[in-house]
């Protein structure tokens, strides 16, 4: 008899089936994680090379590279010291481990945990500080800004009336050790948690019995840590102090600074605290050798209780019992320093007020000696008359103005004329929707054509304005030799543009019927933008935008190049990431070029006792047009504190953009300014000193609205110069409201007029 034995596997074709599943499914899987790697990478890759070549074509590498080299030296120091101090301490924790047998029902339940761990703990011991430490490079590495002030901040020469410091102390230097004093508590903080947590792993910590919770060593680290995160308790009382200097909060009309309360009751708890803390801190590293935890802890309470009774219920007693029934007497000293610091930080402390004796009907006399100021006087309103230009001078829809025009003023005619300017623009949303493609869109339509000017005191018979240049191509009074508009505040996202000289044109000029084809076409010729000829070049640039017919498109060529980021304001912000620049850049004619003039302010939110604010509150409730968009540092479009505030500003810098080939120029305007000073030795090279600014170009400059609407906002309370006076708030001004806006509550626009 002859018996069969049964596999139990199934026959062997549908085994092989399945191993041949299981091998495809092993290498599939790996391979679509590769890939999506690769696409991951390829992404990033692109978003940091191609910033790389923006800030080429602009002459700004340095401070690409400069901005790089300070982040990663940042995550690297800083994530290093903490993935070292944490590690180091586990593993500290781990070779002093208790050795005593597991006695109480706790260690024998922990033994379980640890066969578990025991495989992954040295896996674990390295990801646990890796993964924390570039958490915490990550986080500083965005500190960049405060670690350049402090390395190259300078002094104010304004020294701030309760601690005898110079500004620049509060500006530079109180930032970076806040910074510091916050890494370090994270670090020691962290690295307790940690080697606490392997110490009750391992025993070296126990809850049950009483009177053996500690091993020698568990008690010695957790000490020692615990002294120096009361060490930094006591670092960071004393910075409070000066803190108190750039606290703000309401008194009155608003309040920065010291008050009474603070001065006597606030500042003297805060140097007690840090006796105790460094008491309390003494102790724990006495416990660390002669254990008494009783005492150690004791110190911990009576420093809790004495934050609570000095540093929160004695000072709230003085305020209720001391300074109210005889506020405006206590208070007088703090509410002169904030009235000198805010005239100070605004530039608003050499304002001359001269009284105007209005009178309604001025007599002729008066007038003959004014008639240069009358003959001035503007009646072209740039917020009113933008619908007449686009009327007149827009010519077809893809073409627009801005909302509200500029004022400039032109030399011609032997004399001085007062000038409301625009650019005539591209404007894609102008087009047809049968016109909307991806060629139109960023190949063809790529830039604006045209200066237009008009006399602001001047109007036709019809009431017209008063052209001196205006029309396509360009005709008037001043000479334009280059009238395309590639950099501007309504271009496209990105523009492809050139080619190999010798091609058909494709981009639109602008429009001409005498044409057989009804326009005038161009190639550009410029040195604006980033070469796109290579199929790499391609590659990147259609992995940033997500768009593959830059890849694919055959109307790219060698020659081509692309333009992307190109507003003005966003141009400075990259090149010049400290400064705000002003909402309202403005078009000017110079040499023959269209230029835009961008104004920018250094500001900081740490300038001692000065009232802060921010660009909505001086424009008003609900932002104006052209007004309240004041960027923060480097947005461009971060250091920008809460709401947007600031306590100083100056306008330091003044930038000038080509709009043919977007050169970036930035010049000193205010040289004294020390926050200017500092970015400048960060960054060598980027902002020219004022003589360097042509004089075509200064001819040109004006005081900016933002910084006008700001000044006008803090002059209208901090005219009044006297202590009683400000508290009682009888004399503060009021900032109009805009007659031209139905919104509630928005102030009226800052405007220019030419007095003798």
Excluded at 39 to 55: N, P
Excluded at 203 to 219: K, M, N, T
Excluded at 244 to 270: C, I
Excluded at 476 to 497: H, W
Aim: aromatic residues 12%; hydrophobic residues 40%.
């Amino acid at each position: 008899m002859v018996f069969g034995v049964s596999n139990g596997g199934g026959n062997a074709p549908d085994r092989e089936a399945g191993d041949q599943t299981r091998t495809k499914g092993r290498v599939l899987i790996p391979t679509i994680a590769v890939l999506v790697a690769l696409v991951i990478l390829l992404v990033i890759f692109s978003g940091f090379y191609t910033d790389l070549l923006w800030y080429r074509a602009v002459e700004a590498e340095g401070v690409f590279t400069g901005q790089l080299a300070m982040r990663v030296g940042m995550f690297l120091v800083f994530g290093v010291i903490m993935a070292v101090g944490v590690g180091g301490t586990m593993a500290l924790a781990y070779r002093s481990r208790d050795w005593r047998p597991a006695r109480t029902p706790e260690q024998q339940s922990l033994e379980r945990y640890r066969a578990s761990v025991e495989p992954l703990r040295r896996p674990l011991g390295y990801a646990i500080p890796a993964v924390i430490g570039v958490l915490a490079g990550i986080s500083l590495a965005a500190g960049w800004r405060t670690f350049a002030m402090w390395r190259t901040g300078s002094d104010f020469g304004e020294t701030d009336p309760e601690f005898g410091l110079d500004v620049g102390f509060f500006v530079f230097t109180y930032p970076w050790l806040r910074l510091l004093l916050g890494f370090g508590f994270a670090l020691v903080l962290i690295s307790l948690l940690c080697s606490a947590l392997v110490h009750y792993l391992y025993g070296g910590i126990r809850l049950q019995p009483r009177g053996d919770r500690f091993s020698a060593a568990a008690q010695t680290q957790i000490s020692v840590l615990i002294g120096l995160l009361l060490l930094l308790k006591a670092a960071g009382y004393w910075l409070d102090r000066y803190g108190l200097a750039l606290k703000s909060e309401s008194l009155g009309q608003g309040f920065t600074g010291l008050k009474y309360r603070d001065m006597h009751a606030l500042l003297p708890a805060k140097s007690i605290l840090v006796a105790i803390a460094l008491i309390c801190a003494v102790l724990f590293f006495v416990n660390a050798v002669r254990p008494s935890w009783l005492v150690a802890g004791a110190g911990v309470g009576v420093m809790v209780v004495s934050a609570l009774a000095i540093g929160v219920v004695y000072p709230a007693v003085v305020q209720q019992f001391q300074v109210q029934p005889s506020e405006l007497t206590m208070e007088a000293p703090a509410i002169q320093r904030n009235i000198d610091a805010t005239r100070q930080a605004f530039g608003i402390d050499d304002i001359e007020i001269n009284d105007y004796d209005a009178k309604p009907v001025p007599n002729q006399q008066v007038l003959a000696t004014q008639a240069p100021t009358t003959e001035a006087i503007r009646i072209v309103d740039p917020v009113v008359v933008p619908p007449t230009f686009k009327a007149l001078q827009q010519y077809r829809s893809f073409y627009s103005f801005q909302t509200a025009l500029n004022v400039d003023r032109y030399d011609f005619d032997d004399r001085v004329n007062g000038a409301v300017v625009a650019a005539r623009e591209i404007n894609l949303d102008g087009l047809q929707s049968s016109q909307r493609n991806w060629a139109n869109d960023h190949m063809v339509f790529t830039h604006g054509y045209g200066f237009v000017a008009a006399l602001d005191n001047a109007k036709q018979p019809n009431g017209s304005p008063v052209f001196f240049e205006s029309d396509i191509p360009t005709k008037g009074k001043l000479a334009v030799d280059q009238p395309r508009i590639y950099f501007g505040e309504n271009s496209p996202e990105y523009s492809i543009v050139g080619g190999v000289p010798g091609t058909d044109p494709i981009e639109l000029d602008y429009p001409d019927d005498t044409a057989p084809n009804g326009q005038k076409n161009n190639i550009y010729d410029g040195r604006g933008g980033v070469p796109i000829g290579s199929g790499i070049d391609r590659l990147l640039f259609a992995t940033k935008f997500q768009e593959p017919n830059i890849l694919l498109s055959g109307m790219i060529n060698e020659g081509s190049r692309i333009m992307w980021d190109r507003d003005p304001r966003t141009m400075v912000g990259k090149v010049a990431p400290w400064l705000r620049t002003d909402s309202d850049p403005y078009p000017v004619l110079v040499e023959g070029r269209i230029k835009w003039i961008v104004d920018a302010y250094t500001t900081t939110n740490d300038y001692p006792f000065s009232t802060r604010t921010t660009l909505s509150d001086a424009a008003g409730t609900t932002a104006a047009p052209g007004e309240g968009r004041m960027t923060s540092p480097g947005t461009g479009t971060g250091f920008a504190p809460p709401r947007d505030e600031f306590n100083y500003i100056r306008n330091s810098a003044k930038a000038v953009v080509d709009a043919y080939d977007g050169t970036v120029s930035i010049y000193a305007w205010d040289e004294d300014d020390p926050i200017l000073r500092a970015w400048s030795q960060v960054f060598p090279g980027t902002v020219q000193p004022k003589s360097a600014m042509p004089e075509s170009v200064v001819q040109h400059v004006r005081y900016p609205e933002d910084a006008f609407s700001v000044q006008r906002y803090m002059f209208a309370r901090y005219h009044v110069t006297n202590a009683s006076a400000f508290y009682s708030g009888q004399d503060f001004w009021v900032v109009p409201n805009d007659p031209t806006r139905k919104d509630a509550g928005v102030y009226q626009s800052p405007y220019y007029l030419r007095l003798q």
